[in-house]
């Protein structure tokens, strides 16, 4: 029997696993495609400022934004993969009014959830792929996960598979309350002078990689589910983009792609064990912040579910 089951291989079920792997406890990961691909891989990795969010979120993103050097460095160490952790100057433009933060973290989601895998993979942990999970029975002992592929069996289950988490939820008598919000970006190379600070307004963002590439995000298109990227979502990003930054007019395209992320009706994600639950916890709902609160989020499941293993000793 696993300490630990989770499912969803995104940033936030792959840094969990990581966090309780760092503690000795035994995890198991498993994903319904294939880990890290899903709205992670979708996402520009902007550690936001808290004019960005919910005051509510407040603390929790301050927390993840002291964490993500620190596990940048970390999984370096380990796996000698470069997460892309950097800071830059960030300019934000809102209702009229513009503040310049003169060193903003960022992250590429892409290389970071690699990290993670190979460095659960360097330390023993088991990463399940192409795994349809069909039901999740709590009994007062542990935890079983049915699915396509075979049962597992473990102490706790904790639900991180993004928009996927409601379904899983159903099969455990478990509600919450989301809907997918579509989001499209796309990627481009401009030659010359480099772009060097990360730019935000209310239409577009536009954020430079290590690499070279600029990233121009997002379209929001709440209770869109569907895949592909359309003609007016990538025309309306290139607008808004060339009116902040007029350059941008002679880059060239290299990528396009699309995501869709979990919304509560509340706007503050969930994050601990479920309703009626002793041994079923969860982590999503967190929109386009996901990447951002990643750190803290899979922190204070951590700590939770280790908690919930001691009591069950005594």
Not at 7 to 22: K, P
Not at 230 to 254: H, K
């Amino acid at each position: 029997m696993t300490d630990h089951i989770i499912i969803g291989g995104g940033v936030i079920g792959l840094t969990l696993a990581y966090s309780l792997a760092c503690q000795n406890e035994s995890v198991l990961v498993l994903d319904r495609g294939t880990c890290g691909q899903g709205t992670s891989r979708a996402a520009a990795g902007m550690l936001a400022t808290d004019i960005e969010l919910r005051e509510e979120l407040h603390t929790l993103a301050a927390r993840s934004r002291r964490l993500y050097p620190l596990l940048a460095r970390r999984l370096t160490r380990e796996t000698g993969i470069d997460c892309g952790y950097r800071e830059q100057p960030f300019l934000l433009k809102r209702n009229g009014q513009e503040y310049l933060f003169p060193s903003v973290g960022q992250i590429d989601p892409r290389r970071l959830t690699t990290a993670l895998m190979h460095v659960l993979r360097n330390r023993g942990v088991p990463i399940e792929e192409q795994v349809d999970v069909t039901r999740i029975e709590e009994s007062n002992d542990f935890i079983r996960v049915e699915s396509n592929t075979g049962t597992w069996t473990g102490r706790t289950v904790t639900i991180a598979a993004g928009r996927g988490s409601q379904a899983l939820l159903d099969t455990a008598s478990i509600s919450i309350a989301t809907y997918g919000v579509k989001g499209e970006c796309l990627a481009v190379r401009l030659a010359g002078q480099p772009l060097r600070s990360i730019l935000f307004d209310d239409a577009v963002y536009l954020v430079p990689k290590a690499d070279g590439r600029i990233l121009i995000g997002a379209t929001e298109l709440p209770h869109d589910e569907t895949i592909g990227v359309s003609v007016a979502g990538v025309t309306s990003l290139l607008q808004a983009a060339e009116r902040l930054y007029p350059p941008i007019r002679d880059a060239v395209i290299e990528e396009v792609w699309s995501g869709v992320r979990p919304q509560t009706e509340s706007g503050l994600p969930y994050i601990g064990v479920a309703d009626s639950s002793r041994r079923i916890f969860i982590g999503t709902g967190h929109h386009r912040h996901g990447i951002l609160l990643a750190p803290a989020t899979a922190e204070v499941l951590a700590n939770t579910l280790r908690l919930t293993l001691k009591e069950e000793v005594r």
